[in-house]
């Protein structure tokens, strides 16, 4: 496995490779992540893996100072993977002047859930994914649907006419439901313990809105009652939330009458973490 530090670099070592297959990543990797980069040999040869902790999608007082960095592990684990290039870049790399060029997605996707409780963080994401994907330029990209708004990734793409399919691969779990994130080092053993209480929440929302389709006011009161769930048992609740997949709206009473696809979102803070997940319905 190569790894590059620079653009230059970069396009050098892909020059003339046009199928390429492209996983983003901000580092500390897990088996979720592993996951995708066999998931993108699927679509595309050679397998490229970069790594960047991105300070554009970080608010003023989230965890970008603390965030895990573990480079050398993750490169290990991508030699295992038989990743071909790591693009590892360093902030003067990827921001060598004030990056005032930026993406502003919609309102309609950007400042609703996650874009709600994180301002800016969708445009942070577009802009370091369209910058990102201007330095690899990939036939194909592999993300998560852990973070299920990346829709906007999706569009953005469409829009911007760029020749690369988005791919959003099945969220990977621990054996107790707990949904792999590198955020999950931060909790404590006893909050560990507790914290696939979020999935088990998701599999209750899920089977109560399945056995709700009828009722035009269930899916409020079934979010509430979640919400408060969650509150007596001690977490910090920001949102669960059920939408359409299509467009991550509430669907009407109509809609869910007749058998929409819906997702249930949520995201929730356990002591110092917050934790997102969400299930297809």
Not at 44 to 61: K, Y
Not at 127 to 155: H, W
Request: aromatic share 8%; proline share 7%.
């Amino acid at each position: 496995m190569k790894v590059v530090r620079t653009i230059e670099e970069l396009r050098s070592q892909l020059q003339g490779q046009l199928r390429t297959s492209f996983v983003p990543t901000m580092g500390n990797l897990h088996s979720g992540h592993l996951s995708l980069m066999r998931i993108a040999r699927q679509y595309g040869d050679p397998v490229v893996a970069s790594i960047f902790v991105n300070r554009l999608q970080f608010g003023p007082n989230e965890d970008f100072d603390k965030y895990p960095r573990t480079l050398d592990d993750d490169l290990d684990k991508l030699q295992r993977e038989g990743v071909y290039v790591c693009f590892a870049p360093d902030e003067k790399v990827m921001y060598p002047e004030p990056q005032e060029y930026r993406v502003a997605p919609p309102h309609n996707l950007a400042d609703i859930l996650e874009g709600e409780f994180r301002p800016g963080f969708f445009q942070g994401v577009t802009t370091v994914v369209l910058k990102l994907f201007s330095c690899v330029q990939p036939r194909a990209a592999v993300f998560g649907k852990k973070d299920y708004q990346l829709m906007i990734i999706r569009r953005m793409a469409r829009q911007f006419s760029l020749p690369c399919e988005i791919v959003a691969a099945e969220t990977v779990r621990d054996a107790d439901g707990l949904a792999l994130s590198s955020r999950n080092r931060y909790l404590t053993p006893e909050e560990r313990i507790e914290a696939p209480r979020l999935a088990r929440v998701l599999n209750d929302v899920k089977a109560q809105a399945l056995d709700s389709r009828d009722d035009p006011v269930a899916l409020p009161r079934i979010e509430a009652a979640a919400m408060q769930h969650l509150a007596w048992a001690g977490w910090k609740p920001d949102y669960i939330a059920i939408r359409k997949r299509s467009d991550l709206t509430p669907p009407t009473p109509e809609e869910n009458a007749a058998g929409e696809p819906l997702v249930v979102l949520a995201a929730a803070r356990l002591g110092a973490t917050r934790l997102i997940d969400n299930l297809e319905i």
